[in-house]
């Protein structure tokens, strides 16, 4: 079954940066319909999209985080990764990385489909 | 960006209640909206896609329905294991964005 699999520091200064990796079992990443993705959560209120990679190594990010973020992707391992630069205490959250199911057509469509549990990461000095 | 509303932002419901959580976009998306339950503690769970097509595993009594702007979620015969945060989100356009959610608590 598919799995997702979030991993990295817990606690991250202000002013440095948080790295998170995804591990992705029971399925390719090179399946050419799934985007991966992160999307986080502060405390108490909605998830906010970060990014999604496709396996070739090419990205959307939010433009609210661009200057910020990276996202790579690495087939080899089946994971990925989020590097955020630059943290703030605003950027406290459950970091969820997700699956991003696409259907083609007209227009493409996305859905998160699979979920990690998420992993809480607080900025703090 | 794409802005989402949800309403009611809470609502109190009893069992086998037939509950509907409204979304309205702005501007419009066509049908790319999905609805999304999470419990305390938990990641999110995809009900809905394509504003209307149910997800693999997800119980008959979830519905979705909508287009352009306007969207609703439907529980008909909520069920105890129900009582959680909706959310919906678009990816029509990026950046993709959730709605500030609605909570289905227990009369």
């Known amino acids: 079954q598919v799995q997702l699999q979030e991993s990295g520091p817990g606690l991250v200064k202000p002013s440095e940066t948080l790295s998170l990796t995804c591990a992705v079992s029971g399925v390719s990443m090179t399946n050419n319909i799934y985007y991966w993705g992160w999307i986080r959560q502060p405390p108490g209120k909605e998830p906010e999209w970060i990014g999604t990679?496709?396996?070739?190594?090419?990205?959307h990010y939010a433009p609210s985080l661009k200057s910020r973020v990276t996202i790579s992707a690495d087939t080899s391992k089946s994971q990925f990764s989020l590097r955020l630069t630059s943290v703030t205490t605003a950027d406290t959250a459950v970091y969820y990385c997700?699956?991003?199911?696409?259907?083609?057509?007209?227009?493409?469509?996305?859905?998160?489909?699979?979920w990690g549990q998420g992993t809480l990461v607080t900025v703090s000095s | 960006d794409i802005q989402m509303t949800q309403s009611p932002s809470s609502l109190s419901a009893s069992v086998g209640d037939r509950v509907t959580i409204t979304c309205r976009a702005s501007p419009k998306i066509s049908n790319f909206l999905n609805w999304y339950q999470q419990k305390p503690g938990k990641a999110p769970k995809l009900l809905i896609y394509?504003?209307?097509s149910l997800n693999n595993g997800v119980p008959s009594r979830f519905s979705g329905a909508g287009s352009r702007t306007d969207f609703t979620l439907t529980i008909s015969g909520l069920q105890p294991e129900d009582f959680a945060t909706y959310y919906c989100q678009q990816t029509y356009s990026i950046p993709w964005t959730f709605g500030p959610g609605t909570k289905v608590e227990i009369k």
């Open positions: 394509a504003a209307s």
């Open positions: 990679v496709f396996y070739n190594g090419s990205t």
């Open positions: 997700a699956r991003a199911h696409t259907i083609f057509g007209v227009a493409i469509r996305y859905y998160f489909d699979y």
